[in-house]
């Protein structure tokens, strides 16, 4: 039986993170329980040269909803992220980072707020991080610019 076309696809790129692989795995899966979204994870090993190929594939063989993206040499974060995009199947799609800096348990939070309010992009804000003045002048652009 062909699985359904997916409410909302994540893509998450890693790089040398198989440590956080099924951290973040366990993290999102727990997140989604008990609702009633259908999703996908899309894993991108972004040319990682440690294990995290190998923990990826052996949650695929476990779970139906979990694709591999393998990008054979590292072109950076973006790349990885892009190259997983072209394997979203979603509605909506989104994108997490792979070394565990971003609450996934907001993840279908933000997609129910989304299809709620027809919006066509959502971001979520990190409150956690210190950052320096330059990069609160550039997300505070970033920011303005996204709203509506």
Do not use: W
């Not at 359904?4 to 696809?9: A, E, G, Q, T």
């Not at 348990?105 to 309010?117: M, Q, T």
């Amino acid at each position: 039986m062909a699985l359904k076309m997916p409410d909302v696809s994540i893509v998450i790129p890693f790089f040398n993170e198989g440590r956080n692989v099924d951290l973040i795995y366990d993290s999102l899966t727990h997140s989604f329980a008990g609702k009633s979204i259908n999703y996908e994870l899309i894993m991108v090993n972004n040319g990682s040269s440690d294990d995290t190929g190998q923990f990826i594939s052996k949650i695929r063989k476990k779970d139906r909803r979990v694709k591999c993206v393998n990008v054979l040499h590292n072109r950076g974060y973006g790349f990885g992220i892009l190259s997983g995009l072209h394997s979203a199947k979603g509605s909506y799609i989104g994108y997490v980072d792979g070394d565990d800096t971003q609450c996934s348990s907001a993840v279908p939070l933000i997609y129910e707020h989304a299809l709620r309010n027809n919006c066509d992009i959502c971001k979520g804000i990190r409150q956690t991080r210190e950052d320096n003045v330059q990069r609160r002048i550039a997300s505070n652009i970033y920011n303005l610019v996204l709203q509506k």
